[in-house]
T-cell receptor, first 115, second 112 residues
Framework: DTGVSQNPRHKITKRGQNVTFRCDPI?????LYWYRQTLGQGPEFLTYFQNEAQLEKSRLLSDRFSAERPKGSFSTLEIQRTEQGDSAMYLC?????????????FGQGTRLTVV | QKEVEQDPGPLSVPEGAIVSLNCTYS??????FMWYRQYSRKGPELLMYTYSSGNKEDGRFTAQVDKSSKYISLFIRDSQPSDSATYLC????????????FGKGTRLHILP
């Protein structure tokens, strides 16, 4: 296992189309995070899972965004009816949290461009 | 007030200098503090993490946490051009149901 894997690395889509991204975490990690990052900003929290349970979803996240982690392993993030403001780097991270150890390891991200 | 504040820079220093990067935060419940390095168009890479107050050293890097002042620092000794990147501070409350909050990141340039 070489780390967190995200696919695709780049996605260009037309406004109004739906897109789906995939994240494969480090295999023994039970916690999975999705973040969004725009140029010159730090990662902005979107949502996170503990195993298959979605524990929190950012209030900034519109109803067009949905994430799943059906078997507690890989996760998908879907954006419906994309808008130009959705253009960003979408980052996935995973961690192993048996107690309070929560350092997270990131994938390389999926760069979304909405034209 | 944002939960985590970080000067975005850019910060330019000559090679070999000591670099000091800092963040302030407002949530006194934060207990776990991390520093990530991010190269252009790459995902963040975990550099160091510390729990509660105190110092932690790893090679040329030292992380400091002052919870009384809600202030954390990352020091880089003998800086190298390869250290040029964006440095992100991050923190959370260390309970089971909490997310990690990031600063904006500081862009660092080490001049050869």
């Amino acid at each position: 296992d070489t780390g967190v894997s995200q696919n695709p690395r780049h996605k260009i889509t037309k406004r109004g189309q739906n897109v789906t991204f995939r994240c494969d975490p480090i295999s023994e990690h039970n916690r999975l995070y999705w973040y969004r990052q725009t140029l010159g900003q730090g990662p902005e929290f979107l949502t996170y899972f503990q195993n298959e349970a979605q524990l929190e979803k950012s209030r900034l996240l519109s109803d067009r965004f949905s994430a799943e982690r059906p078997k507690g392993s890989f996760s998908t993030l879907e954006i419906q009816r994309t808008e130009q403001g959705d253009s960003a780097m979408y980052l996935c991270a995973s961690s192993f949290a048996p107690l309070e150890v929560t350092e997270a390891f990131f994938g390389q991200g999926t760069r979304l461009t909405v034209v | 007030q944002k939960e985590v504040e970080q000067d975005p820079g850019p910060l330019s220093v000559p090679e070999g200098a000591i670099v000091s990067l800092n963040c302030t935060y407002s949530n006194s419940a934060f207990q776990y503090f991390m520093w990530y390095r991010q190269y252009s168009r790459k995902g963040p890479e975990l550099l160091m993490y510390t729990y509660s107050s105190g110092n932690k050293e790893d090679g040329r890097f030292t992380a400091q946490v002052d919870k009384s002042s809600k202030y954390i620092s990352l020091f880089i000794r003998d800086s190298q051009p390869s250290d040029s990147a964006t440095y992100l501070c991050a923190m959370n409350q260390m309970n089971r149901d909490d997310k990690i909050i990031f600063g904006k990141g500081t862009r660092l340039h080490i001049l050869p």
